[in-house]
């Protein structure tokens, strides 16, 4: 089956330590997303790749890295310089950035204590 | 700049009711529109689309139309069941780069 995948599920880091989140797509889609969620609210863009080897900041970059190296793949690096980093993340593919529909994965939860 | 704006919630309803969520945008271009739904602790599923004025989206009961005059895409279902109990986003896709979301609408459907 075709889709993204997002793991772990459920990660749980202490301060200071920087964290990557997984995210892989076998969609052959050109387009990815990480977009972070916190509880009652909408999504904000973190970063976004529209193809290898190149990514463009979202709304709230500041505090995260990313790479895609791959077109299947695009991890999250949350740092240690973001200040409220637990939150759900989720990655997101599309086709394109222009009126294709996203595509998500199940998401991760990430708690820092 | 774009944007997408859906009624404000929680939204509780009885089983076999008639549910609408508005949904207004903002945009600069002629934008496809989405609806996603999300149940606790899940990602977003696409629920429906429309990518043109005029355009109904539909797609397990639910439907949306796409309004260019009032620019609007309000998601209609005519029975809602316990099931349909999620979160509700609607969004936009124009010309440009990103994807606009809504702030979602919590939808609690009781027995």
């Not at chain 1, 999504?43 to 080897?53: A, E, M, P, T």
């Not at chain 2, 696409?46 to 895409?73: H, I, M, P, Q, V």
């Not at chain 2, 998601?75 to 606009?100: H, I, M, P, R």
Request: hydrophobic share 30%; proline share 4%; aromatic share 14%.
């Amino acid at each position: 089956d075709g889709g993204i995948t997002q793991s772990p599920k459920y990660l749980f880091r202490k301060e200071g330590q920087n964290v990557t989140l997984s995210c892989e797509q076998n969609l052959n889609h050109d387009a990815m997303y990480w977009y972070r969620q916190d509880p009652g609210q909408g999504l904000r863009l973190i970063y976004y790749s529209q193809i290898v080897n190149d990514f463009q900041k979202g709304d709230i970059a500041e505090g995260y890295s990313v790479s895609r190296e791959k077109k299947e793949s695009f991890p999250l690096t949350v740092t240690s310089a973001q200040k409220n980093p637990t939150a759900f993340y989720l990655c997101a593919s599309s086709m394109g950035t222009v009126s294709y529909e996203q595509y998500f994965g199940p998401g991760t939860r990430l708690t820092v204590t | 700049g774009d944007s997408v704006t859906q009624m404000e919630g929680p939204v509780t309803l009885s089983e076999e009711a008639f549910l609408t969520i508005n949904c207004t945008y903002t945009a600069t271009g002629y934008p496809s529109l989405f609806w996603y739904v999300q149940y606790p602790g899940e990602g977003l599923q696409l629920l429906l689309k429309a990518t043109k004025a005029d355009d109904k989206g539909s797609n397990k009961g639910f439907e949306a139309t796409y309004r260019k005059e009032t620019t609007s895409f309000h998601l209609e279902k005519g029975s809602v069941q316990v099931s349909d109990s999620a979160v509700y986003f609607c969004a936009l896709s124009d010309t440009g780069n990103q994807f606009y979301f809504g702030t979602g609408t919590s939808l609690t459907v009781i027995p």
